[in-house]
């Protein structure tokens, strides 16, 4: 049986920045291979993914996550060195120990013991692993899920590692996320020098009433699931640098996170007659970030509560807020998906880190899911 603690420390001390997985997953499959499960490696252009498998039964149960994690930033600003597993005062820093190689090592752990007591158990279970989440997503598990479809391989329960919880594990559980779209806009103006404002055409002038009314315009009032519908700029760049300058173009960069009450199409349809309602001159390029997806009811959620209360006390909070996962590939083949994994407060800082007993606790929730579900 394999330590929860020994196999994160483990995880973290692999350097997998985003898109390199370090030997994680190689790790994760000699972990195991040994109980039945079955390794194939899908690897598209610089991503590295696994799909390991137990069985060939329904229902399917998959353990999805990642195991790139982002940069660390400078290293000097750290307690102890980012990827050298660090035990201070009952919490274990390093990069990644929250996002989610903590996650992964008590999948693993509670997958081993579940086994162990049920050789016999019904279904399937499955590892979905990439190394491309924290990346541009191009690559990792959306080329999994399309895989997978081709040859009709169904997964009915999943489970994404990400680190929901807020204040203790299990307080959060996400069931659902917003969906994401994201616009580059370039608006259109004619370079000058300012104290000839006639013979120019300052975009920064021209769109600002319509930034004003895109910030004010209610989208949607959301529902029981999602908030409204939000829209945040991220990014304005303008001008050449010269104060005595009109620029001739301006890039602004917005995001749009959206719940289940409007599609993608409809707010592309909605902001481009506001941009030409106010005669605007520009180019826009959309990027689909993923739909939302719902899982509000069933036996995947109801085995998750049932779990967290059994194993914590807790009386769990389902979410659908917060950013985007690789939840949004899985969902729509018809899966049933929920987050759960360790606290979020460190993620992507400087001094991320996760509090030990939290391993032991996330591992005994992901075992007693298994139960309820598999047994």
């Given at each position: ?63 999805a996550g990642h195991t790139d994690v982002v940069p660390s930033g400078p290293a000097e600003k750290w307690q102890t060195p980012p990827f050298e597993a660090t035990e201070k005062d009952g919490m274990l820093f ?259 880190c996760v509090n030990i007993n939290d391993l032991s606790t996330l591992t005994s929730v992901y075992q007693n899911i298994l139960q309820r579900l598999l047994a």
């Amino acid at each position: 049986m394999t330590d929860v603690l020994t196999l994160t420390k483990a995880l973290i001390n692999k350097k997998s920045v985003t898109p390199e997985d370090a030997g994680c997953m190689d790790l994760l499959a000699d972990l195991l291979t040994p109980l039945g499960f079955v390794v194939e490696h899908l690897d598209f252009g610089d991503t590295k993914n696994v799909w390991i498998r137990k069985g060939s039964q329904a229902p399917l149960f998959c353990f999805a996550g990642h195991t790139d994690v982002v940069p660390s930033g400078p290293a000097e600003k750290w307690q102890t060195p980012p990827f050298e597993a660090t035990e201070k005062d009952g919490m274990l820093f390093g990069r990644g120990a929250a996002d989610m190689k903590g996650s992964i090592a008590a999948m693993v752990v509670a997958t081993q013991r579940f086994i162990q007591a049920n050789p016999d158990h019904k279904g399937s279970i499955a590892y979905l692993i990439t190394s491309d989440e924290e990346g541009p997503f191009i690559n990792g598990t959306t080329k999994v899920i399309d895989t997978l479809e081709e040859r009709n391989e169904k997964i009915d329960w999943c489970i994404v590692g990400e680190p929901s919880s807020t204040a203790k594990v299990g307080d959060v559980v996400k069931n659902g996320r917003r969906g994401s779209l994201t616009g580059d806009l370039i608006i259109k103006g004619i370079q000058g020098h300012v104290a000839y404002p006639h013979l120019a055409r300052n975009p920064i002038h021209q769109v600002a009433p319509a930034l004003a009314e895109l910030a004010n315009t209610h989208w949607d009032s959301g529902n029981e699931f999602f908030p409204p519908t939000s829209f945040q700029i991220s990014n304005i760049n303008g001008g050449t640098g010269a104060g005595n300058v009109i620029p001739g173009e301006l890039h602004i960069c917005f995001n749009f996170r959206f719940s289940t009450e409007v599609t993608d199409q409809e707010l592309i349809k909605r902001v481009t007659e506001l941009l030409d309602k106010h005669q605007l001159e520009y180019d826009i390029k959309w990027t689909f970030n993923g739909q939302p997806f719902l899982t509000a009811a069933g036996d995947l959620v109801a085995a998750t509560v049932d779990a967290i209360k059994d194993c914590t006390g807790i009386d769990t909070e389902l979410s659908t807020a917060g950013g985007t996962s690789d939840g949004r590939f899985i969902a729509p083949t018809g899966a049933q998906v929920v987050e759960l994994g360790p606290v979020n407060a460190t993620i992507h800082k400087i001094d991320e880190c996760v509090n030990i007993n939290d391993l032991s606790t996330l591992t005994s929730v992901y075992q007693n899911i298994l139960q309820r579900l598999l047994a």
